[in-house]
């Protein structure tokens, strides 16, 4: 059974920054894409991040030169770093494992000071 689950999530002032971890169990995600979302109140769930097989990366315009997706192929883990955050970041963030439809519970992000 595959299964995610995001963490580091926090409070954190505008300006600041946190790393966003999602780990996979069940499957190797060395062959395969993951993706981050977001979804902010009142608001549909968006597009943040890819990290593809090869580790290059695609990001939202929203989030271009802040934020920086890694993975970790022997720690089956995905990351998302997010540099100079903006209360327009605070949201859920959610790991995407798009192979298998998969995604984690989700952790909480919120900029404010």
């Known amino acids: 059974q595959v299964q995610l689950v995001e963490s580091g999530g926090g409070l954190v002032q505008p300006g600041g920054s946190l790393r966003l971890s999602c780990s996979i169990s069940g499957i190797s995600i060395r062959d395969w894409h993951m993706a981050w979302y977001r979804q902010a109140p009142g608001k549909e769930r968006e597009f943040v991040a890819r990290v593809n097989a090869d580790g290059s990366t695609n990001y939202a315009d929203s989030v271009k030169g802040r934020f920086s997706g890694s993975r970790d192929n022997a720690k089956n883990t995905v990351y998302l770093q997010m540099n100079s955050l903006k209360p327009g970041d605070t949201a859920v963030y959610y790991c995407?494992?798009?192979?298998?439809?998969?995604w984690g519970r989700g952790t909480q992000v919120t900029v404010a000071s």
């Open positions: 995407n494992f798009p192979k298998y439809m998969k």
